[in-house]
């Protein structure tokens, strides 16, 4: 062919290729043909969300004025729709309205707070959720969620942690993604489907002191390694919408942060959906002491493209003026209405503006509730249990005690607006019904509430205790002590529970300990008191039964954890994945066992803490069962890696116990030697099976040079050459490790 044949054929090629495209996205045709027709103040308006105020004369002018473009927090499928109707009907160009709430865990049947989901290490757990949830809220006419929270979290103190995945940025990946599957279904277009939010962009998780709000200071190789993942999963898995953070990192409020939302979000990872700022975040520019006024906090966001404004009133204010004067471009104008108008057209909001008005909400359907409690049986971790004393074999008369016996709104837990405590089913319920023909049940609450500190209560509870075979004691948090701007610096049992527990124990009875709580608590002494502890971190509507089937045997505990749990408060922050300090400490005791006028040489030089030692009370992924598992040594498919090459990890897992059961084979590395320090572990994949009882199964990871990459010294992400471990274990701290390099 001569050059200009081959000029005239790559001509046609380009164009053929430039109209497929072209013909392949009529969405962004539709999106610029209604851009070219906006004015000013309409695009203004796209960028602008109100919180509900039903039908009062300010929303109703706000909307025919073409002035917002979402409304959060309105929850009635009729009002939703005269809204709608006027956004539809009266404005020029007739763009619907997106209305958003925050639904977390659920929207009728509250499900486990995330945490929860997270502790079931089962992703499917998750996604039925998050599901359940948009089949819920669509029905109210609510297409957009602020979930999933994809923070990773690793300071209980902070109350949010409980609307997290915990500590690791993988597990957080895996449960973020699952629930964005849930939430947004199979197709976001479909009226049964929510628009997820991965929030909050980015590193609230790392707030100083675990108080909300607070300052970060992280190292840009920090927060690739560790904040950062969950959110590139979340785009994998298409989540529609972000949310930025109120936190500062490294003194940038993260809603005036172009670094996190134009160079990472929108350049690095070709980001297409909308970023909307968390509620007044950009207003709070001005306290944070970023901004003057609050025509500059919406300069400052605008310029970092944030998309929508949450509540701040900045944008409708002065968005215009700014765009006039020339300080913002209208093209960053143009690009955030695009993504608006692009999220629009994926919920397919031009085809079906309104919501269909049900006369009977599908809300608690037996499908519903189904797996609301399997979700909470998955999510409670075992923690201790000394001669097997759970599930509960040989006892006739049970004492359950506690103020978390029967508290129908506090097991719901956290960030639940719309759940109904009416409809939670509690412990002292569901064991009456389930257990009480078979059992002898004795109730007494003893606590009212969590924090209560009455003696009297306890000596109730105890008299209940003696009448007994054994107690079970639901102890915990009421759920108003987790959750946003709950953060505490004491995270031991609240009021007298722990007395409780004491005093229960001296009755002689075995006493099984039912923590229901919105974070990891310090619950060593407890912990050491009681015969067994069953850790559920709020449970949702269903945690009574699922509580109950754990306790008597009908269902087996499966459940890890996703966070550490400390000894102490002054641990903190205290995860698996930490650097190993050129002086490791290992199997440090206690400051009581140091004997009096030791030198200051006899107790060793290495990283730990005097009063605490060098472990945390339960390390991140433990979690045992009534069965028991063995782990065969690990198997290599080679010794040597390199370039793309895939190393299969093998490990043959044997159920040795008695019944059948769940068990989370957890797969880590350690790089040994990198340009940087690296984790003494990470979690790189996992898998839950079920073993029958004496079953044996092959479990068998692939692990490839991508879960080996780090960023390195050169600030690239990339597997460095040398030796790593792999373990296959049932949790972070055992398990032995096998060698292979990569080269
Ligand atoms: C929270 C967000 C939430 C928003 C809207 C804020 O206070 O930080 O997570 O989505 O409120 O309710």
Request: aromatic content about 10%.
């Amino acid at each position: 062919m001569t050059t200009k044949k081959i000029f005239i054929f790559g001509m046609i090629v380009f164009s053929h290729l430039l109209s497929f495209s072209q013909q392949k996205d009529p969405t962004e045709k539709k999106i610029d043909e209604l851009l070219s027709k906006m004015t000013l103040d309409e695009k203004i308006g796209q960028m602008n969300q109100l919180t509900g105020l039903g039908l009062s004369d300010d929303m109703v002018s706000s909307i025919r004025g073409g002035k917002v473009g979402s409304i959060l927090n309105e929850i009635d499928a009729k009002t939703v729709n005269k809204l709608q109707r006027i956004a539809v009907e009266e404005t020029r160009l007739g763009i619907p309205l997106v209305f958003a709430r925050d639904v977390i865990h659920g929207f009728k049947t509250i499900f486990p707070i995330p945490l929860g989901q997270a502790a079931s290490w089962n992703p499917q757990v998750a996604e039925n959720g998050a599901r359940v949830a948009a089949i819920e809220a669509s029905a109210a006419g609510i297409r957009w969620t602020f979930a999933p929270m994809i923070d990773v979290s690793r300071d209980p103190r902070w109350g949010r942690i409980a609307e997290s995945c915990g500590e690791d940025p993988y597990l957080t990946s895996v449960i973020g993604a699952a629930m964005i599957k849930g939430f947004q279904g199979n197709d976001l277009s479909s009226q049964t489907s929510m628009a997820a939010c991965a929030k909050h962009f980015a590193a609230y998780g790392a707030s100083e002191s675990g108080k909300d709000y607070n300052t970060t200071w992280i190292p840009e190789l920090q927060l690739r390694e560790v904040y950062f993942p969950p959110f590139e999963a979340a785009i994998k898995a298409n989540a529609a919408t972000f949310m930025c953070s109120f936190n500062d990192i490294n003194g940038v409020p993260s809603s005036g942060s172009k670094f996190l939302n134009y160079d990472v979000l929108r350049k690095e990872w070709k980001y297409d959906g909308v970023l909307v700022s968390d509620w007044e975040s950009i207003g709070q520019m001005i306290p944070h002491g970023f901004s003057a006024d609050l025509k500059d906090a919406a300069l400052i966001a605008a310029n970092a493209y944030v998309d929508m404004d949450m509540m701040s009133f900045a944008y409708i204010n002065y968005l215009k003026d700014l765009v006039n004067s020339g300080n913002v471009s209208e093209a960053i104008v143009d690009d955030a209405v695009r993504n608006i108008l692009r999220l629009k057209f994926r919920l397919g909001l031009f085809d079906n503006p309104y919501t269909p008005e049900y006369d009977e909400l599908p809300f608690y359907t037996d499908d519903a509730l189904q797996k609301a409690k399997h979700a909470a049986i998955e999510s409670a971790v075992l923690l201790k249990n000394d001669k097997n004393v759970l599930p509960l074999n040989g006892v006739k008369t049970v004492a359950v005690v506690g103020p978390l016996l029967d508290s129908q709104a506090d097991q719901l837990g956290t960030w639940c607006f719309d759940g109904e405590p009416a409809h939670s089913v509690t412990p002292l319920t569901a064991i009456k019904k389930e257990y009480g023909k078979k059992y002898n049940i004795v109730a007494e609450k003893g606590l009212t509430y969590s924090r209560d500190k009455s003696a009297e209560g306890i000596k109730k509870a105890v008299e209940a205790a003696q009448k007994a075979d054994v107690v079970v004691a639901f102890v915990g948090e009421e759920s108003v002590l987790s959750g946003e701007a709950r953060s505490r610096a004491d995270i031991s049992l609240p009021g007298a529970q722990g007395e409780l527990i004491s005093a229960l124990k001296a009755t002689g009875k075995p006493v099984v300990m039912v923590v229901m709580a919105g974070r990891p608590l310090t619950i060593g002494n407890e912990v050491s008191t009681a015969d067994a502890v069953l850790f559920s971190f709020h449970g949702g509507i269903m945690a009574g039964p699922a509580l109950a089937d754990l306790i008597f045997g009908e269902a087996v505990p499966s459940g890890k954890l996703p966070v550490t749990i400390p000894r102490m408060v002054g641990q903190i922050p205290v995860y698996y994945a930490h650097k190993n300090t050129g002086r490791p400490a290992n199997n440090i005791d206690l400051i009581d066992d140091i004997p009096v006028g030791a030198l200051q040489t006899s107790i060793g030089f290495t990283s730990y803490h005097l009063d605490a030692g060098d472990k945390p009370l339960f390390p991140f992924g433990f979690g045992l069962s009534y069965a028991t598992f063995d782990y065969s040594d690990v198997r290599l498919s080679k010794n040597t890696i390199s370039g793309n090459e895939t190393l299969t990890v093998e490990c043959d897992v044997t159920n040795s116990g008695k019944i059948d059961a769940q068990e989370v084979v957890q797969l880590y590395i350690r790089d040994k030697v990198g340009s940087l320090v690296r984790p003494v572990r990470e979690l790189k994949d996992f898998q839950k099976i079920t073993l029958k009882s004496g079953e044996t199964k092959t479990v068998k990871f692939e692990l490839t040079n991508e879960q080996l990459a780090f960023w390195n010294a050169d600030k690239v992400k990339r597997a460095e050459a040398g030796e790593f471990q792999v373990w296959v274990s049932t949790d972070s701290q055992s398990g032995t490790p096998v060698s292979f390099w990569y080269k």
